[in-house]
């Protein structure tokens, strides 16, 4: 009887719980985008924007998106937990709607801990107050960003109000963006409606180097130089904590 328990065992034996939470992982990446592979503590969290920055209208379901309403609970969720000491943003972006990245632009500013930003591939359209919504923002060499108006999608109204509405909206970008960089607002007003950049289009692809000397990003710099920009904020934070208690 042993014996065949025994062997009972071996054809099928039980799960570990690590065995039975492997798919968790997958499923988190798959659903949320959140990185939680390999399963390591740090005091660090790490926010993907990839895609297209989906907002009030869901996009087809070809469409690589990020979900504004997984990702508001996150940050809320870094800011809350006393295990977690700065967050990561990392952006490959072609931007998207444009309500749901300054929701989540303001969210990440007001933030009590440290944030650095780091743009891989492109930080455009409403990327760029993503890129720069934290307190120190890296760029890839071959990172890109597109600064341009802003375009509505659907019915429009030929009215005087459309227009002013639409330079409303244009006004809290750059506002925005000139607050929370070093960029001039001369300087970025020029790059946003140039003719003679973008075919059938108004305004500048900056690259890596250029977004630097704009005073639109702090440094050029990969993940290495990210985290090390994190923990030296992090560091610097709890200094001022211990001089003041």
Excluded: W
């Excluded at 309403?69 to 940050?75: T, V």
């Excluded at 990440?108 to 990327?127: C, D, R, T, Y």
């Excluded at 509505?152 to 909206?169: A, D, H, R, S």
């Excluded at 300087?187 to 005073?215: C, H, P």
Aim: proline letters at 6%; a negative charge; glycine letters at 8%.
């Amino acid at each position: 009887m042993d014996i065949n328990k025994n062997y009972f065992k071996m054809e099928h034996p039980e799960e570990s719980p690590q065995q039975a939470g492997v798919d968790k992982p997958t499923e988190a990446i798959k659903e949320l985008g959140v990185e939680k592979v390999p399963q390591t503590k740090s005091n660090i969290h790490c926010i993907p924007i990839i895609g297209q920055i989906e907002g009030h209208i869901l996009l087809p379901p070809q469409n690589k998106s990020t979900k504004y309403e997984h990702i508001i609970p996150q940050i809320l969720a870094v800011e809350e937990n006393p295990e977690i000491e700065g967050l990561l943003l990392i952006l490959n972006t072609v931007g998207g709607d444009v309500e749901a990245g300054l929701a989540i632009s303001e969210l990440v500013a007001s933030m009590k801990k440290p944030s650095v930003a780091l743009v891989l591939g492109g930080g455009h359209s409403i990327g760029v107050p993503l890129a720069v919504c934290t307190r120190y923002s890296y760029a890839a060499p071959s990172a890109t960003m597109t600064i341009h108006p802003i375009r509505m999608n659907g019915l429009i109204i030929g009215v005087p109000q459309t227009y002013e509405y639409f330079n409303k909206m244009q006004e809290r970008i750059i506002d925005f963006i000139v607050a929370h960089s070093n960029i001039e607002d001369k300087v970025l007003r020029k790059y946003m409606f140039t003719t003679s950049e973008l075919a059938n289009d108004v305004g500048t692809v900056i690259v890596g180097q250029e977004a630097v000397k704009a005073g639109l990003i702090n440094e050029i710099g990969g993940l290495k130089e990210a985290m090390n920009k994190l923990q030296e904020l992090i560091q610097s934070e709890k200094e001022n904590k211990n001089n003041f208690s």
